[in-house]
């Protein structure tokens, strides 16, 4: 593949994952979220935010630990993947999540800006998958529970015009 291309494509990729393009971003997403509502369930729903933002923090680290490492073992499913209700999330856990979410972002750009990764080549230790389809996996995961989450703020009545 031409140099040129290649760093459309991983360029492309990024963006998608950091800003969802046609969706809201993470950042936006979570923005100002009152601390106490962090872990309310609405009636009817089975997730608070934090369980969903923890949730994207789980699945996005085993994604990334995946891709670079053979010898990483996945979480259980679905047990590992969820984190148990609570009844709060105070300011230093809720900043740790979003800071591993940050962290492994940027692992996994290093990966694709690596001129030496084989975008897509299946990874030896998996069964068919390859950093493209990782990359697209963590932008479509992420946006498919940022949308909940925007309902759940919607429910709270704390997004934009709710």
């Given at each position: 593949?031409?140099?040129?291309?290649?760093?459309?494509?991983?360029?492309?990729?990024i963006?998608l994952?950091?800003t969802?393009?046609?969706?809201?971003?993470?950042?936006?997403?979570?923005?100002?979220?009152?601390?106490?509502?962090?872990?309310?369930?609405?009636?009817?729903?089975p997730?608070?935010?934090?369980?969903l933002?923890e949730?994207?923090?789980?699945?996005?680290?085993?994604?990334?630990?995946?891709?670079?490492?053979?010898?990483?073992e996945?979480?259980?499913?679905p047990d590992e993947?969820?984190?148990?209700?609570?009844?709060?999330?105070d300011?230093k856990?809720?900043?740790?999540?979003?800071?591993?979410i940050?962290?492994?972002?940027?692992?996994?750009?290093d990966?694709?800006k690596?001129?030496?990764?084989?975008?897509?080549?299946?990874?030896?230790?998996?069964?068919?998958?390859?950093i493209?389809r990782?990359?697209l996996?963590?932008?479509?995961?992420?946006?498919y529970?940022?949308?909940?989450?925007?309902?759940?703020?919607?429910?709270?009545?704390?997004?934009?015009?709710?």
């Amino acid at each position: 593949m031409q140099t040129s291309t290649r760093k459309i494509i991983v360029s492309e990729l990024i963006t998608l994952i950091q800003t969802g393009n046609a969706h809201v971003s993470l950042d936006e997403t979570i923005a100002n979220i009152p601390t106490e509502l962090r872990t309310v369930i609405p009636k009817n729903l089975p997730y608070s935010i934090w369980q969903l933002v923890e949730h994207i923090r789980i699945t996005q680290w085993d994604i990334v630990e995946f891709c670079l490492s053979p010898n990483h073992e996945s979480p259980r499913w679905p047990d590992e993947y969820w984190p148990a209700q609570t009844d709060s999330v105070d300011d230093k856990n809720w900043a740790e999540t979003l800071d591993q979410i940050e962290d492994d972002r940027k692992r996994f750009f290093d990966l694709l800006k690596n001129e030496e990764t084989d975008l897509y080549s299946p990874l030896p230790h998996g069964d068919g998958q390859n950093i493209f389809r990782e990359a697209l996996l963590i932008a479509d995961h992420t946006s498919y529970h940022l949308g909940e989450i925007l309902v759940l703020r919607r429910l709270l009545n704390c997004w934009k015009n709710s």
